[in-house]
């Protein structure tokens, strides 16, 4: 093991910690003033949120515009970490201009950017499997993109469960039905929804909203990308340590 991947697992560590943790007493409390502002919010706004993520969902399982990039091969897990962190970083540079825009252009608009982003999300997620070595045009691998996706944007509770499901999922990936229908898509998008609901609603607020789209889409393309960087890490460096029980 070189002395970046023994860096690379001291932090692989830390985050699989992070991911097991209950929930603790402020989650709770975080969770429960959530359930009370969807309450307040008008059912249009949530019928516009709910059917973007749920178009999306169904563009990630059975679309075809985010399997144009192919695997790459023969890459160190150093070089492989470098490309990724680049691409992170545009698509975070990319997220908070296209929120700054839809935020200064009042509620209209700031509905507007939970598609985008949804979308520039998904395009990242794509990239980073693709650049870690793996092939999307596995369905299995386009479920794994949204198990991390979950684990980024979801409760403890939740993504406790879903960590479960990464940790193992040689095995996990064995046990998926063959029919894609079967994804429990509204589970992931109610998920998502409340999670973003406390940050993103501020954008729809006038005079604000283009300061709170810029910040708070870079902070969450930034935790995204980070979920999926450890993430596929874990799966790299749990098949090469694998292989090497076999030799």
Do not use: C
């Not at 990630?60 to 790459?72: K, Q, S, T, W």
């Not at 949804?118 to 070595?133: D, N, T, W």
């Amino acid at each position: 093991m070189t002395p970046y991947e023994q860096a690379v697992e001291t932090e692989l560590i830390r985050w699989q910690q992070a991911m097991q943790k209950p929930p603790t007493a402020f989650g709770r409390l975080s969770t429960s003033i959530q359930r009370r502002i969807n309450r307040i919010i008008p059912d249009r706004i949530h019928a516009i949120i709910t059917a973007a993520i749920k178009q999306m969902t169904r563009a990630v399982l059975f679309g075809a515009e985010f399997l144009n990039r192919a695997p790459v091969q023969g890459q160190t897990l150093t070089q492989r970490d470098a490309a990724v962190a680049r691409r992170i970083e545009f698509y975070k540079k990319t997220s908070a201009a296209e929120g700054g825009v839809t935020g200064a252009g009042g509620i209209l608009l700031g509905l507007a950017d939970f598609p985008l982003l949804l979308g520039l999300k998904m395009k990242m997620l794509f990239e980073i499997a693709s650049l870690y070595g793996y092939s999307v045009s596995d369905y299995r691998e386009r479920v794994f993109i949204l198990y991390v996706f979950q684990l980024a944007f979801s409760s403890q509770e939740r993504r406790q469960q879903v960590y479960q499901h990464i940790a193992n999922w040689t095995e996990h990936s064995r046990e998926l039905p063959e029919d894609i229908n079967q994804f429990d898509w509204l589970t992931f998008q109610q998920q998502y929804r409340d999670y973003i609901d406390l940050a993103k609603m501020a954008q729809l607020i006038p005079g604000i909203g283009a300061a709170v789209g810029i910040v708070v889409n870079y902070r969450l393309v930034n935790q995204l990308g980070q979920t999926a960087m450890n993430a596929y890490r874990m799966r790299l460096m749990s098949s090469a340590e694998r292989q090497l029980g076999t030799t």
